[in-house]
């Protein structure tokens, strides 16, 4: 790659990059240009260059997190094992990617909760439709019925809220799934969306 377009390139990723954290943390209203340029160490112009507005640019920070996780669960929904495992492995995964991507999962709430019908679009066709469609057939697969019911979206919602919900359940006293180490409690929350979803 010539000099020229790699630095482009590098800029582009810098800016995405800082823009995520900065939208995760404070959300699309919470964030301006000028701070995205001041803590990128990158000029205003030249992100305006790179992506034209505040609006492209939030488009392509969903794109980049949302295409990248679909594409890892989709990897895993097309795996060559049998239906119950595959099933597992996906729940695993979709916990797994929140947990270990906080910007990810802020994004996605964010999105989820501002209420903004062309972010809601944004996000399914970016993400959750192919991956819902994959996810159906695998369910129907498991459980013949289950697909076209509420189980799909009982498994995304789950995660969501189980993961939403962590950083009070230490407080809560008399709760036990608060205790051991995070790779036990991914393990128990597995089992646990697996039975409800096996029977």
Do not use: W
């Not at 995760?24 to 001041?38: D, L, N, T």
């Not at 049998?82 to 996605?108: Q, T």
Request: glycine letters at 8%.
């Amino acid at each position: 790659m010539p000099k020229k377009a790699a630095s482009r390139s590098s800029g582009r990723d810098k800016i995405l990059d800082v823009s995520i954290r900065l939208f995760a943390e404070f959300g699309y209203p919470g964030v301006a240009m000028r701070q995205i340029a001041k803590e990128a160490s990158i000029t205003l112009p030249a992100i305006y260059h790179h992506f034209g507005s505040k609006e492209s640019l939030y488009r392509a920070v969903e794109t980049k997190m949302y295409s990248h996780h679909a594409n890892a669960l989709l990897e895993v929904l097309h795996a060559d094992v049998g239906p119950e495992d595959k099933l597992r492995n996906f729940v695993g995964n979709l916990a797994e990617n929140l947990i270990s991507s906080p910007n990810y999962l802020k994004i996605m709430q964010r999105d989820l909760m501002e209420g903004l019908p062309e972010n809601h679009a944004f996000l399914v066709e970016m993400s959750l439709q192919g991956v819902f469609d994959e996810l159906r057939d695998l369910l129907e697969q498991c459980s013949r019925g289950s697909g076209d019911g509420i189980q799909p979206i009982f498994l995304f919602s789950t995660i969501l809220g189980f993961l939403t919900m962590r950083p009070v359940t230490a407080k809560i006293e008399g709760y036990k799934f608060a205790e051991g180490p995070e790779k036990k409690q991914l393990e128990q929350l597995v089992d646990t969306i697996m039975k409800v979803t096996m029977t």
